[in-house]
């Protein structure tokens, strides 16, 4: 059962375009966190948002956790070819309880 | 940060036999440690939870006998692909749940495994 539901599942963008990515449940998690994967490497960790309407800025990347800590936002602006790869949200509601959602594959196109 | 380390990156085994991916925390105790499975161009399925000194709990159509998992230590987990076959060939991810820093999860590296 998917709980976290993340979208849009593919993104194609033209270098420079802005972008979003969607976490979405109707749980409510303790903390909620962002990973980038790349192929054939593991994800790594871009950020943990725990607080409700909290928002965490890394370079051009903007994270925002939802007021009611349901859902979670991924801001790209101006997208470079760097920023492709895989983006996964995971999200907790305690220990060992954390749901992945099913990724969001970002093409950003020279 | 946190580091986890998955050995070997990459391994190529015949058809029958039965290969072993390890998965290390190296900084951090980890009494939770997860095992996933990827395909080419698709997220991650997770496979099973590995809980230090128990039995892993494995998802819905994940063979048991299949994909042994040994959480014998803070630190180690080992996923054994038993009686390996082709279709086994994927991509396997670790990752280990950290309770010091808010249960935060971190993965390894990734294991490429090949049956040929």
């Known amino acids: 059962t998917q709980l976290l539901e993340q979208s849009p599942q593919f993104l194609s963008i033209q270098e420079g375009e802005n972008l979003t990515v969607y976490c979405n449940s109707s749980s409510v998690f303790s903390s909620l966190q962002w990973y980038r994967q790349e192929p054939g490497e593991g994800p790594v960790l871009l950020v943990t948002?725990?607080?409700?309407?909290e928002v965490k800025k890394l370079k051009r990347l903007t994270f925002q956790f939802g007021d009611a800590r349901k859902d979670s936002s991924l801001h790209i602006t101006a997208a470079q070819p760097g920023d492709t790869g895989l983006y996964l949200c995971?999200?907790?509601?305690?220990?060992?309880?954390?749901?992945f959602g099913i990724g969001t594959k970002l093409q950003v196109i020279p | 940060g946190a580091v986890v380390s998955q050995h070997p990156s990459w391994v190529i085994c015949k058809s029958g036999t039965s290969v072993k991916i390890e998965c290390r925390s190296l900084d951090f105790q980890a009494t939770t440690m997860f095992w996933y499975r990827q395909f080419p161009k698709q997220s991650l399925m997770l496979m099973a939870t590995?809980?230090?000194?128990?039995?892993?709990?494995?998802e819905q159509g994940v063979e048991k006998d299949k994909f042994l998992i040994n959480h014998a230590s803070l630190t180690l987990s080992t996923l054994t692909v038993t009686s390996a076959h082709p279709e086994d060939s994927s991509f396997y991810i670790c990752s280990a749940q950290d309770r010091s820093s808010g249960n935060t999860i971190y993965f390894g590296e990734g294991s490429w495994l090949t049956v040929v």
């Open positions: 948002v725990v607080t409700g309407g």
């Open positions: 590995s809980n230090e000194g128990s039995k892993a709990t494995y």
């Open positions: 995971a999200g907790h509601r305690g220990y060992q309880k954390v749901t």
